[in-house]
């Protein structure tokens, strides 16, 4: 069983399939977030802290950090603010972090602070990010976010994107880097702008988890860029990848409507060991207004009637409704 | 390709792995419905054909009509009460009719009366309904709902509820039915006392359209008997099915969560070409009070930024944010 760990000082996270889809929370990073950005470059971190709690009390196992504030001399600048934001994160809440940055000196000097097992988002199929990246990813001995395009763009052909993760995963494995420390992001396209975009990642997780046996994660909302009501078609997208074996995503876990498709996935996909986390989340749930028409919330007409076991309750009726009892 | 074909006086409806999710509105049942079966023996049908109105309205495809109000005598009672019932729904609405019931003679008497080409709901794998159903199922030229249990009840091994949605593939193909015109339901256990449900149900369905070549339907509400918040895990469920490749379920189609759940997953399965039934649903979708913190519901970063080509857009920064577009 493929089980990719992440630490931080005191808090193991296991990403596998057998495990609870591991939520990634991605709202720590100033890339289109120009207040935040401005914030980080004058040194304030309250944006940072606040999403750094508001993230771990939604649910997030795992937390994104990305301190790419700006397009003029990352090299410099970069590595000491991602240090300082790490420092800050683990400083107030105790996840795994992922240290997320394309400037490479950015990920060594984030690797030196972060504390436990952080995960490295990320690696590419080009060849000069595999040449200074996995040497890092050996040295620190942490997993590892590999994407799935190369010198040559992304590809529209999810047969490339494939041969481009498995390069990755040979390449790593010539540094000694096994197969359960790489999650491959098998690149995850706008279904508005290409209506194949979700069959091929539900394929692709699928050979992946099947021949490559390696954890998968995407970036999730970008499957819905350029929708109406954008949560909605997150909500559809995250049990379809989970029942295809993607194991972790990198989210807005402040979502409600997208932590509930999490949730259900997780009971469904047989992760959530007797509904406990969801019984416990849900309990008490109420309808939001406006969600159901007010002449049908009280209708009700269970299929299977409290108090029977379902496996053994015998009824003439053999119509839908007694279906499950028809049996016996 | 697989298309069942069901039919109103007017309208076809084409059940198949490339075509949107198919809903079979299961309201008209007065299983579990006292005061709908007291209407119905009254000659009351005022819920019926509001019922009828209210689930195509919501967005069924075929409406499941089931008249089994009793268990007294229903050989005699059931066929008329049911010939009746259909001819209200149908004079009604234009959508297929699927007709439900456990009694032989009601199947048959509604099948005299049914405009188009109806489903029937149901054949199981005992052989004397095999031997009473399939003879119809051929006279009329229908298809059929066949539920994977026999004289033996329903197993709890997927493997043997296959066999038997084989065997009754075997069985019609002796009496010149073609699998297309079978649509077998792998029976959906309560995920609250069998954590395996799920996955029992995503193997069983991937098997069925892969080796059998068979459309598959389900009860859908079975799933979340017994948990807190059932919406919420019937709206995680559908994706999931249709990701494994369910083609159709019997459900209530009155549920905006459930029924927002199958349209994201046609958007995402690609059978709503260009999202054309997303965005004209959901073009002006406001999100209900109570479904996110209010601190949040302003916050927007998007992946892509608008107006850019996610496939060839290039920037910087190799993080998350700008992934879409790392390739460029």
């Given at each position: 069983?493929?089980?990719?760990?992440?630490?931080?000082?005191?808090?193991?996270?296991?990403?596998?399939?057998?495990?609870?889809?591991?939520?990634?929370?991605?709202?720590?990073?100033?890339?289109?977030?120009?207040?935040?950005?401005?914030?980080?470059?004058?040194?304030?971190?309250?944006?940072?802290?606040?999403?750094?709690?508001?993230?771990?009390?939604?649910?997030?196992?795992?937390?994104?950090?990305?301190?790419?504030?700006?397009?003029?001399?990352?090299?410099?600048?970069?590595?000491?603010?991602?240090?300082k934001t790490i420092e800050i994160v683990q400083g107030l809440v105790d996840v795994p972090i992922s240290i997320d940055s394309s400037v490479t000196a950015a990920i060594e000097a984030g690797l030196k602070v972060a504390k436990g097992r952080p995960l490295v988002n990320s690696v590419t199929g080009e060849l000069e990010k595999l040449e200074t990246i996995l040497p890092l990813i050996k040295k620190y001995d942490v997993p590892v976010v590999a994407i799935s395009n190369d010198e040559t763009g992304i590809s529209m052909d999810p047969?490339?994107?494939?041969?481009?993760?498995?390069?990755?995963?040979?390449?790593?494995?010539?540094?000694?880097?096994?197969?359960?420390?790489?999650?491959?992001?098998?690149?995850?396209?706008?279904?508005?702008?290409?209506?194949?975009?979700?069959?091929?990642?539900?394929?692709?997780?699928?050979?992946?988890?099947?021949?490559?046996?390696?954890?998968?994660?995407?970036?999730?909302?970008?499957?819905?860029?350029?929708?109406?009501?954008?949560?909605?078609?997150?909500?559809?997208?995250?049990?379809?990848?989970?029942?295809?074996?993607?194991?972790?995503?990198i989210m807005n876990p402040c979502r409600p409507q997208e932590m509930e498709a999490v949730h259900g996935a997780n009971v469904l996909n047989g992760t959530d060991e007797n509904c406990a986390t969801w019984i416990m989340k849900y309990r008490d749930h109420v309808a939001p207004q406006g969600t159901m028409p007010s002449t049908l919330g009280g209708a009700s007409h269970p299929k299977i009637q409290p108090g029977s076991n379902p496996a053994t309750r015998s009824g003439r009726r053999g119509g839908r409704a007694a279906r499950v009892g028809s049996g016996g």
């Open positions: 069983m493929t089980h990719t760990i992440v630490a931080s000082e005191k808090r193991e996270v296991v990403i596998g399939f057998d495990k609870p889809f591991c939520v990634i929370g991605e709202r720590i990073n100033p890339t289109g977030r120009k207040k935040l950005a401005a914030e980080m470059i004058g040194g304030n971190f309250e944006t940072v802290e606040k999403d750094a709690l508001e993230q771990v009390a939604a649910g997030a196992a795992v937390l994104d950090v990305n301190a790419g504030v700006t397009a003029v001399n990352p090299n410099e600048t970069e590595p000491p603010l991602l240090v047969d490339v994107r494939f041969a481009v993760a498995k390069k990755i995963v040979e390449h790593a494995a010539d540094y000694g880097i096994k197969p359960h420390d790489i999650i491959v992001d098998p690149l995850v396209m706008p279904i508005g702008a290409l209506g194949d975009a979700g069959r091929q990642v539900f394929a692709l997780v699928r050979r992946l988890r099947e021949e490559l046996k390696v954890n998968t994660t995407c970036g999730l909302s970008n499957i819905s860029f350029g929708l109406p009501h954008r949560h909605g078609i997150n909500a559809a997208f995250i049990p379809m990848v989970i029942a295809s074996g993607m194991t972790s995503a």
